[in-house]
């Protein structure tokens, strides 16, 4: 509904972001037959798989898991044609998603949203966009994405640069990129940076690849899905997702049930060598849970990896540099390779060690480092993202009283089960930081907190309750449930975007407890236990 003369649109209910989890926020508000809408900055639908269009940008989630499970309908109508479906494959899915759904005309494109202030005396929340245009709704609902607020690196002379330059998350959406022949340079090892490096280094003339901390890498596997096997997959949707739902990361990959101390040498080995041979994440996940706690037992693994990494690369020096030495395997978000270590077997490619000799600046016509300049036609920035946080800080939003949410998580975020902020009432985050989502597949946990806020705001609608609010012991509570988590588990001791390092920004050099690291049953126990009790740890009013 338009308000007369200014051009705030009156609603019940906002959502910022229309990818995974913007679309199915949307659809369920529309389901209760609230007056919604999802706003987003991208051109269209898909988020994640919007954005990043850069060459081989894909799953490391099997295809079948990462779908929706909400629709028997979708699920039977969409086929995937791969095993770890390729980024073009996923935005149609997602395309096909929301006109299935029937809410694209419910979706608005184009408009980043600036600010977001809460009005204590209405109970409602005034969006505004960076064009001018504002709405006006009861409930706001953060679907921003964690990896959604893209890093450039602090480099001197950036804009020097005369050749192509872009993040990997800005990669150009209207035109071909050229890289046949051409030189290139990727800062950034992380699961982007290797996903491209692996994509390119066969087309390209010349591949620099700059790299100050290397990933711990393990094979993907991908491979077509056959007519026979498609047949089998959505004959077994049922069990797919209850297997899913036992795991800890709502994987298909859960954890062996054995002791890494109870079984053999031999045992050990046939366990690691079945693991890096098979597709997805079982090399991280199928594992012994003494690997991700025991450093000891972690070394051991790691050792096994960096073995395979050493059959792999040529020359020994280079293996040596592509092992990581700072932290674990695992303990850091596990890139999936597909000829990622072949890569460096290239003659066009040369890996500059960025810790050793370090950049000093982007020059017009490349990269100065401490002992040579290099020349480009392409820079590719695959240097990450303000993970959790970082979509949220670059909104004005203001709770009750004006209190910034900003400043509030100044150190890290600070939450209510990871859905809810107190001060800020009415605002929901869905699959934001401190919930199970970024530990885990995305999309079953990006449904089970869209699940969970849907049924909560129709208990607020259905009990004429207008305000919502997490109470402040309670998130005090949960946010040191989430720092518990942390402590004792080896992914704290990786500085990486789980624990919100990140030299590109400001105040992000110390630890920021981003994730609930309980596993996904536990957490969708908790959300269950906390609807139970009557949405416990809230004011409502
Ligand atoms: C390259 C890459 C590969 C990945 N692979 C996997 C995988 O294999 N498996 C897996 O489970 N997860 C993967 N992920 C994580 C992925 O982000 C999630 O799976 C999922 O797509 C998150 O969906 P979302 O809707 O929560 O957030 P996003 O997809 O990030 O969508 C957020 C949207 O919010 C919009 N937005 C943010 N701020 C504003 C604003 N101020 N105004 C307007 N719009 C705004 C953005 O434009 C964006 O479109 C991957 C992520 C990346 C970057």
């Not at 926020?25 to 898909?46: F, N, S, V």
């Not at 894909?58 to 109508?77: A, H, M, N």
């Not at 975007?497 to 407890?513: A, E």
Request: glycine residues 10%; hydrophobic residues 35%.
């Amino acid at each position: 509904m338009e308000t007369g003369s200014n051009t705030t649109t009156v609603r019940d209910a906002v959502v910022i972001g229309a990818g995974v989890t913007g679309i199915y926020m949307l659809h369920r508000l529309l389901a209760l037959g609230l007056d919604a809408t999802a706003l987003d900055e991208a051109a269209g639908p898909g988020g994640t798989w919007y954005w990043n269009r850069y060459p081989g940008a894909r799953f490391d989630s099997e295809s079948y898991t990462y779908g929706y499970s909400f629709s028997k309908e979708i699920l039977e109508e969409w086929s995937w044609s791969e095993h770890f479906a390729g980024q073009p494959e996923t935005l149609r899915y997602l395309e096909f998603v929301v006109d299935k759904l029937g809410i694209r005309d419910r979706m608005q494109f184009g408009c980043k949203v600036k600010s977001a202030r809460f009005d204590g005396a209405s109970n409602r929340w005034t969006v505004e966009m960076e064009d001018g245009r504002r709405e006006s709704a009861r409930y706001l609902l953060g679907a921003v994405g964690a990896l959604s607020a893209a890093t450039l690196p602090r480099i001197e002379g950036r804009d020097d640069f005369e050749g192509e330059a872009f993040h990997t998350y800005d990669w150009p959406k209207d035109r071909e990129v050229e890289l046949a022949g051409r030189r290139v340079a990727v800062i950034g090892t992380g699961a982007t940076g290797v996903q491209v490096i692996q994509t390119i280094a066969p087309i390209v003339g010349e591949l620099a690849v700059f790299q100050r901390r290397p990933n711990w890498c393990a094979p993907l596997h991908n491979s077509p899905i056959d007519a026979e096997t498609q047949k089998r997959i959505k004959g077994s949707y049922d069990q797919i997702f209850a297997r899913m739902a036992e795991t800890h990361g709502s994987f298909l990959h859960g954890t062996d049930p054995r002791s890494y101390h109870e079984v053999s040498e031999e045992e050990r080995l046939a366990l690691w060598e079945k693991n890096y041979a098979s597709p997805g994440f079982g090399v991280w996940f199928s594992n012994f849970v003494e690997v991700f706690l025991d450093p000891e037992v972690n070394a051991a693994y790691s050792e096994f990896i960096a073995n395979k990494i050493r059959s792999r690369v040529h020359d020994p020096a280079i293996a040596e540099k592509l092992i990581p030495k700072d932290h674990g395997f695992g303990n850091q978000r596990v890139p999936l390779e597909s000829h990622y270590y072949e890569a460096y077997n290239r003659d066009n490619v040369r890996l500059v060690d960025a810790s050793e000799t370090p950049i000093l600046r982007i020059t017009p016509k490349g990269i100065q480092t401490t002992e040579e300049e290099f020349e480009f036609d392409l820079i590719i920035y695959a240097t990450g993202f303000d993970s959790f946080t970082g979509s949220y800080d670059r909104i004005d939003i203001r709770g009750a009283g004006g209190q910034k949410l900003r400043d509030k998580w100044k150190d890290g975020p600070i939450t209510y089960l990871g859905t809810n902020v107190s001060g800020f009432p009415n605002l929901f985050l869905l699959a934001g930081p401190q919930s199970a989502s970024a530990s885990s597949n995305y999309p079953p946990s990006i449904e089970t907190c869209v699940g969970w806020t849907a049924d909560f705001i129709d208990y607020l609608e259905r009990n004429a309750l207008q305000r919502v609010e997490a109470r402040l012991e309670a998130e005090e509570q949960w946010t040191a449930e989430i720092k518990a988590g942390y402590e004792g588990n080896m992914i704290a001791r990786a500085k990486s975007w789980f624990t919100g390092y990140n030299s590109n920004v400001d105040g992000h050099d110390k630890l920021r407890h981003m994730m609930y690291l309980g596993g996904s049953p536990a957490y969708r126990a908790k959300l269950a236990e906390v609807a139970s009790k009557g949405y416990e740890g809230f004011d409502l009013g």
